[in-house]
T-cell receptor, first 113, second 115 residues
Framework: TQLLEQSPQFLSIQEGENLTVYCNSSSVFSSLQWYRQEPGEGPVLLVTVVTGGEVKKLKRLTFQFGDARKDSSLHITAAQPGDTGLYLCAGADYGGSQGNLIFGKGTKLSVKP | GAGVSQTPSNKVTEKGKYVELRCDPISGHTALYWYRQSLGQGPEFLIYFQGTGAADDSGLPNDRFFAVRPEGSVSTLKIQRTERGDSAVYLC?????????????FGPGTRLTVL
């Protein structure tokens, strides 16, 4: 069974601080996605990384896919209260069903003004 | 354009009852997915449709769960003899073709509570 472990599970920081959340697995994924979910809503895709070692930037967010395609990180610079939410990583099963996304448990981020 | 919609938004039922949850995907999307999200967990894959057929139903927990998509658009997730452990948010997502790199667009979910 492929598992994605996210850390930390909870993170509470002050506005302006930097943070990194991690997504790790012992399995290889064909691609890895990061989502943000707010209460009462479905997850919203932030980025998809496909190539080992790939780095993508989305404004203050930087995403990295590990060289071996087993892990990823999300770094937020100068966090703002609007960044508050649940951050989920999800891996596409390498060689498996195209539809089968495997999600981590998420990192619940709270940014205080 | 309209996103993925799910009805009802909340459903409270009693143990042993039958429930149906509906998903309206984005128009033109051929792939449709159902996930279940329990409190404090990430979404868990249940079933994936490509058109009218279930391409992968390996995530359905047991034979009390069944899903259909008869015309390749709207899908219904059916749960028989509900149990308290079925309480969760049921999420539906759709994508344009079902390719691995396709973006899955999620609906707001149906919160099911089994008393």
């Amino acid at each position: 069974t492929q598992l994605l472990e996210q850390s930390p599970q909870f993170l509470s920081i002050q506005e302006g601080e930097n943070l990194t959340v991690y997504c790790n697995s012992s399995s290889v994924f064909s691609s890895l996605q990061w989502y943000r979910q707010e209460p009462g809503e479905g997850p919203v895709l932030l980025v998809t990384v496909v190539t080992g070692g790939e780095v993508k930037k989305l404004k203050r967010l930087t995403f990295q896919f590990g060289d071996a395609r087993k892990d990823s990180s999300l770094h937020i610079t100068a966090a703002q209260p609007g960044d508050t939410g649940l951050y989920l990583c999800a891996g596409a099963d390498y060689g498996g069903s195209q539809g089968n996304l495997i999600f981590g448990k998420g990192t619940k981020l709270s940014v205080k003004p | 354009g309209a996103g993925v919609s799910q009805t009802p938004s909340n459903k409270v039922t009693e143990k042993g009852k039958y429930v149906e949850l509906r998903c309206d995907p984005i128009s033109g999307h051929t792939a449709l997915y159902w996930y279940r999200q329990s409190l404090g967990q990430g979404p868990e894959f249940l079933i994936y449709f490509q058109g009218t057929g279930a391409a992968d139903d390996s995530g359905l927990p047991n034979d009390r769960f069944f899903a259909v998509r008869p015309e390749g658009s709207v899908s219904t997730l059916k749960i028989q003899r509900t149990e308290r452990g079925d309480s969760a948010v049921y999420l539906c997502a759709s994508s344009s073709s079902g390719a691995t790199a396709d973006t899955q667009y999620f609906g707001p979910g149906t919160r099911l509570t089994v008393l």
